[in-house]
């Protein structure tokens, strides 16, 4: 028995060693592979994005193990995406080439088409020319064939989204209507105050736009490109508008920003205070946003925000990367000091601090309790702590904590 893998002008090397330096260098290269994929941001990702993703077509293609294991993973946390990834799947799978495997059942009835061909024609007939394509020449024509009519589709919704969009746009908008407008050409925010003493904080690059009637018709209209934070005066009787490109955000009275830049993929609003109802211009008729004492479209409260694609028109509710503190009673934030407290009381002190809405099974979770001191971290880092202390786990979802457990015992 070899021990050693030898050759006459080489030095011989150690199996063993090889192995387990080969194992190393595969778990490095997955570990890598994984990193690269948690940096991404999947649940932004449309068609397109995943068809052109390398991790993604690698999965497709190769089904490897832990491929499997993260985008099974990460469809259970995203059921929403379901659709999208079923689609994107199957466009690849139709691109990708299938191995030609001929068993010799196919191989005889070729050649006995040949065989019959051949004994049809006259003796003293020419041979006529015959084109071969083989398979790979046939699969290209196919996906050609393929990439054009999949092209011809993706030019009619971008040349219909671009002629939607415009339609919205900021300088398509304002130029017919009598309007007031301010532009901070400026290195930093300008604060405004509107006639109806609502507070704009334009940010650098921004322009708005209102009516010269602002604070005496039925509604409170201002057109916005770029981005800023309006503090609203309170009067359902007169909704507050803020038309930014494809969406406009209405509100009865509250603190917001939204962010809507034409060169941005992304229209943002997020909420500080209060609440507000965001819509879609295309899908909604003016009078429905103009209706006095009544929200619609989708709502967002404190410490949420939502996330609008331009490419695929698609509204997405989330958290704030960093909520903040909402309640003006310093108690509640100074006896976060918890000793085996019930996790009902925990959860009910943590929601009402930040606004935030926690969903989890209360039976499944009555026996839980929590010991921490919770006073100087920050949202994320006090759930990370509450749901480590219970032996549970958490996801965002529609701007809502959802809590997974097993339950205690």
Known sequence: MLNNFCSPNLTCTNPKKTFRKSSRIILIRELIIIAQKIMKDFRLFDIYDFLTDDDFIRWVQEAKKEDNEFWNNWLAQHPDKHLTIEEARRILQILTPRKSAIDDLEKEIEVKKLLDTIGAQPIDQPEPRVLHISHNKKWWYAAAVFFIALAATISYFVLTRNATAGKFDYTSVTPSKQLVENVNSSANPVRLVLPDESIVELSAGSRIAYGNNFDSSQTRDVYLSGEATFTVVKNP?????????????????????????NKDSIIQVTVRTGKVSVYSQENTSNSETGMPNQLGGIILTVNQELLYKKSNREFKKTLLQ?????????????????????????????????????????????????????????FYRKLDLICKAIGANYEIIDGQVVIQSNGCE
């Open 322 to 378: 960093n909520p903040v503190v909402i309640t003006r009673d310093t108690v509640d934030q100074k006896t976060m000091v918890y000793d085996d407290a019930p996790l009902e009381k925990v959860f009910a002190q943590l929601s009402k601090i930040y606004g935030v809405s926690i969903v989890y099974d209360n039976d499944l979770m009555k026996k839980c309790t929590v010991t921490a001191d919770l006073r100087s971290e920050a």
């Open 237 to 261: 009787a007169h909704p507050f508008r803020v038309f930014a490109n494809e969406i406009v955000t209405k509100v009865l009275g509250t603190t917001f920003t939204v962010r809507s830049f």
